[in-house]
């Protein structure tokens, strides 16, 4: 039950960080070159992406764990609060594009 707490804070923290941060760094689009509306949103989806490669390494541990457990692992959890953040912060920068 606190873990699913902790999940949601994360979900809504990530959201609330990232699209307050994809609306600062689009805040003058019609000022901007193209290549620079691209950069801009680069730097946006940056903690998404590394967020994503975050949730890769506990999924690659545990797909080459061969021992089968019956219960959540440390592993599920780091997988858990790793997708958290990473919908999260996905959310955020969808919410922030013009």
Request: with cysteine; hydrophobic share 50%.
């Amino acid at each position: 039950m606190y873990f699913l707490a902790a999940c949601l804070i994360v979900v809504a923290a990530s959201a609330a960080i990232s699209l307050r941060r994809s609306r600062n760094l689009s805040q003058h689009p019609q000022w901007a070159t193209p290549a620079q509306r691209l950069a801009t949103r680069r730097r946006a989806l940056l903690p998404t992406i590394c967020a994503g490669f975050c949730l890769l390494v506990p999924l690659g541990f545990h797909h080459f764990q061969h021992e089968p457990e019956l219960g959540p692992t440390a592993v599920t959890y780091l997988m858990m609060l790793a997708a958290s953040f990473f919908g999260g912060s996905f959310l955020g920068v969808i919410g922030g594009m013009d």
